[in-house]
């Protein structure tokens, strides 16, 4: 919001739940945990691909906001974090749609910093993906019953990859 009116509340609220969201949910590694049970406080210390795909988006916008490179470097630890973690013998986990949301992150930080690597892995999961899990009517995923969403989630990254080529 703050991109589109630069009305300084929008980006003084942001910061707010930037820093909130990395006392909170961020582990020593860089990732973010999935949640907090507002009841007892708890974390729910699972990693998601979505976590940390919105957080790696969130601080290379915010580098480009205010050209502060403590959002950049930022970024980079984070993406070198999730690569890390969730790129496991050339795939990651099987939720294509949080992988879709991760790649956006990747897919900002590569605009800002030309880093191929960032966006390899993702060619490669994808590639793998069309190889061992396209079935005759071309629909995604290992289970025999296909969700829409994931086929959506393909679609998108299948986009963004070839836009990236151009």
């Known amino acids: 919001m703050y991109q589109i009116t630069h009305n300084a509340e929008y980006l003084n609220t942001a910061l707010d ?5 990395n006392k909170n949910l961020q582990s020593p590694e860089g990732l973010y945990y999935d949640n907090i049970k507002v009841s007892s406080g708890t974390i729910g210390k699972a990693f998601y691909t979505y976590n940390t ?8 916008l915010l580098y480009k906001i205010t050209r502060d490179k403590k959002y950049l470097t930022e ?8 690569k890390t973690h969730f790129f496991k013998d050339g795939r990651l986990p099987n939720e294509y749609w949080f992988n ?12 800002v910093d030309k880093n191929k690597n960032w966006i390899s892995f993702f060619a490669e999961d994808a590639e ?5 899990e396209c079935d005759a009517d071309h629909l ?3 289970k025999p019953a296909k969700r829409l ?5 393909m ?6 990859l070839l836009e990236l080529k151009k």
């Open 17 to 21: 739940i930037y820093k909130w969201t």
């Open 53 to 60: 795909g919105t957080m790696l988006q969130s601080n290379v």
């Open 75 to 82: 970024a980079e630890r984070i993406a070198l974090a999730g």
């Open 100 to 111: 879709a949301v991760m790649f956006r992150g990747y897919e900002e930080l590569y605009k």
């Open 128 to 132: 793998q993906i069309w190889k061992k």
């Open 140 to 142: 995604l995923g290992k």
């Open 149 to 153: 969403i994931d086929q959506a989630a």
């Open 155 to 160: 679609i998108e990254i299948y986009a963004r």
